[in-house]
């Protein structure tokens, strides 16, 4: 999921002009140093205006006989659309234990209850608040499991009973445990039978209704991970089990969904994987049958005013996808846009992160009223932000080839975003900076973006213990995003490309943790990572290089003024290779030093015929972990008081500006 952005260049420009006006005051003279000091990159013009073409009628596929993943659970479902807010489903679910205990037990995760009351565990959490969507006054939504049996027809619901392993909150009913009449051996399936209703909340939290738009997101009785030895690192097989909480998203096994909808005959609907056959309509109702294998949850967008279209696409690693666009009436005539975002991302990722093996890719548009379903991903079908202007600026793609960057790392690589969510979002957020990039000439403004992180921590803390949504999508996204650059600023483009590269290939149709990953960083670069992992992976740091003081002696030697320059630059935070420092003396003559940052601080002693004016650490702003800019630089003779007073106000200044814009 992405986080909101429409405050980014906001933040840019105001801190730009706080940072720039604050050397100029410290500087204290007319003589120009732009080309000594960095300027942060602009926004490139708006895209052109976008070319109409034909649509194309929906495409009927067949399951193919490949198979990527171990395929846990089985799902056959029929949900029917009543009153325009109301599901009434059916399931029948095979889980094959892939352990090797006896278990005793399933448990399955009912996602529809996080919107129940004012008391779930999401709902105080988030204070009904995410991504600056509210929960709207009265749109409760709930999940109630009405008949679940076995195979021999044995009634379970007496053997139902809800958990709440994280906070103990007894109101939280996000979590269900089924206890078996037979326990289930490794390596044996079970069969079991379910009805169920889900009343829709009015759309909020990726899920819900939105006047005639439906975003069924999470929405059916769905298995929880039973993880065997070896998952994830784990010495002992069991359940992972986790509540659904204010920050967190998701984690399944993969599997296949076979899945009948049924909605009124006027509604288009959009849903993972592919339909089998041309939708039926018969007694004012629509049937759709739909086919997914090898994925681990599947969602489905209704609306009667989805502007349907279509287009084939192909690519070295792409050997053929239909990417189909579900839009809203407001955005019809900005469908190339889509289509373009969309291949573009498939292509890069296909390239750099491996074959995209699914056929289809879905991209549904809300409307501006179902804004709280949009920007999100699902497996072969992404939502985009709500239609609100009809001109939007690079958002729009920005969203796109966000999402469609979720179909590795969350949907393909499969990581646990309860307990490791950078391993989805930061690694997400790195590979759409680069197609942004490189497609449409958008350069990250990192110094900026790394600022915003007032509060690191660690990138393997549970989702729901950040101390709140802004400190969560601070690190899961931007820190673990700069992690990765940190990266390839030490190995290189080509190397990153060849870990990442690595990296999915090996876990592709797995659940990797970050010490998998930190495993094939040491394996590709045959070097120890363990330091800068324990420092900014599973630690909270930030790097912080300061010029901490500057002292100049003038001596006489041989009838001529020599000035002993003393620059002593100190160590704030973690450590960082390669540190540069920038010295320019008042002559005009500028000396780079390159510090490996080991010790707590270096002091450089310089005889030249001029003294030094000032110095900066880092002054191309290449340390992407630095969050601390304001004390890189330092003017020679600047008097403490005045020195204290700008630091302070313009670090004071600045951190409001931060804490006042939300994600």
Same mark, same amino acid.
């Given at each position: ?154 009634? /379970? ?51 819900? #209704? ?55 005959? #006027? ?216 992690? /990765? ?5 030490? *190995? ?11 990296? *999915? ?159």
């Amino acid at each position: 999921m992405i986080p909101r952005r429409a405050k980014s260049w906001l933040t840019a420009i105001i801190a730009l002009c706080v940072v720039a006006g604050g050397i100029w005051l410290g500087l204290g003279s007319t003589r120009s140093i732009h080309s000594d000091l960095p300027a942060l990159a602009p926004e490139s013009g708006k895209p052109t205006a976008p070319v109409k073409t034909q649509t194309s009628p929906e495409s009927i596929q067949t399951p193919t006989a490949e198979v990527f993943s171990n395929r846990v659970v089985e799902y056959h479902m029929d949900v029917k659309l009543v009153d325009g807010n109301v599901l009434q489903g059916t399931q029948t679910i095979t889980w094959t234990h892939p352990g090797k205990k006896t278990v005793s037990e399933l448990y399955f995760h009912m996602y529809p209850n996080a919107f129940s009351s004012a008391d779930t565990t999401f709902m105080k959490e988030s204070g009904g608040k995410l991504r600056g969507d509210v929960m709207p006054t009265n749109g409760y939504g709930s999940m109630h499991i009405t008949e679940m049996k076995t195979e021999d027809g044995l009634s /379970l619901l007496h053997r139902m009973q809800y958990v709440q392993p994280d906070d103990g909150n007894m109101k939280d009913t996000t979590l269900i445990k089924v206890r078996l009449p037979k326990p289930v051996k490794g390596g044996e399936s079970i069969t079991l039978h379910t009805r169920f209703e889900v009343k829709l909340p009015k759309i909020f939290a990726r899920m819900g #209704t939105a006047d005639h738009f439906v975003m069924a997101g999470q929405w059916f009785p769905k298995l929880s991970v039973y993880e065997p030895v070896g998952t994830r690192g784990r010495t002992t097989e069991g359940w992972n089990l986790h509540q659904y909480h204010g920050n967190s998203e998701f984690y399944a096994d993969f599997g296949i969904y076979s899945v009948r909808i049924r909605v009124p005959e #006027t509604y288009k609907v959009a849903a993972t994987g592919f339909p089998t056959q041309q939708a039926v309509v018969k007694n004012g109702e629509k049937v759709y049958q739909f086919y997914a294998d090898d994925v681990h949850d599947f969602a489905w967008s209704a609306s009667p005013d989805f502007v349907y279209a279509e287009e084939p696409f192909s690519a070295p690693n792409v050997p053929g996808v239909r990417i189909k666009l579900y839009l809203d009436p407001a955005h019809e005539d900005l469908k190339e846009r889509y289509f373009y975002a969309a291949k573009a991302a498939l292509s890069n990722y296909s390239k750099w992160f491996g074959p995209y093996p699914y056929s289809t890719l879905s991209i549904v548009v809300p409307p501006k009223s179902g804004n709280g379903a949009g920007g999100m991903e699902y497996p072969t079908l992404v939502t985009a932000f709500g239609a609100d202007d009809s001109t939007p600026g690079y958002d729009l793609e920005r969203t796109v080839v966000h999402e469609i960057g979720h179909q590795y790392f969350y949907g393909m690589v499969a990581s646990n975003e309860f307990e490791e969510a950078w391993l989805d979002e930061g690694f997400t957020s790195y590979a759409e900076d680069k197609v942004m990039e490189q497609e449409y000439g958008l350069i990250p403004n990192l110094p900026v973006q790394s600022g915003l992180i007032t509060s690191p921590a660690s990138l393997t803390q549970d989702s729901w213990k950040f101390d709140s949504q802004n400190q969560y999508a601070a690190n899961v996204y931007t820190r673990g995003k700069l992690v /990765l650059l940190g990266i390839e600023q030490q *190995v290189g483009a080509k190397t990153m490309e060849r870990i990442l590269s690595t990296y *999915v290939k090996k876990y592709r149709f797995k659940h990797p943790t970050s010490s998998d990953f930190q495993k094939v960083v040491e394996q590709v670069t045959r070097t120890s990572w363990t330091d800068y992992f324990n420092q900014y992976v599973y630690g909270d740091g930030m790097a912080d290089f300061a010029v901490e003081k500057i002292t100049i002696n003038p001596t006489l030697k041989d009838g001529q003024t020599l000035y002993e320059s003393s620059i002593t630059v100190q160590k704030k935070g973690s450590e960082y290779k390669k540190v540069p420092v920038r010295i320019m003396f008042e002559d005009g003559k500028t000396m780079t030093k390159e510090w490996d940052g080991s010790e707590e601080r270096i002091t450089y002693k310089l005889t030249y015929t001029s003294p030094v004016s000032w110095a900066m650490t880092d002054p191309l702003y290449t340390i992407v972990l630095e969050n601390h800019h304001m004390n890189n630089f330092l003017k020679a003779g600047l008097d403490e008081p005045t020195k204290s007073r700008w630091s302070m106000s313009a670090t004071k200044l600045i951190e409001a500006i931060f804490g006042s814009l939300s994600w």
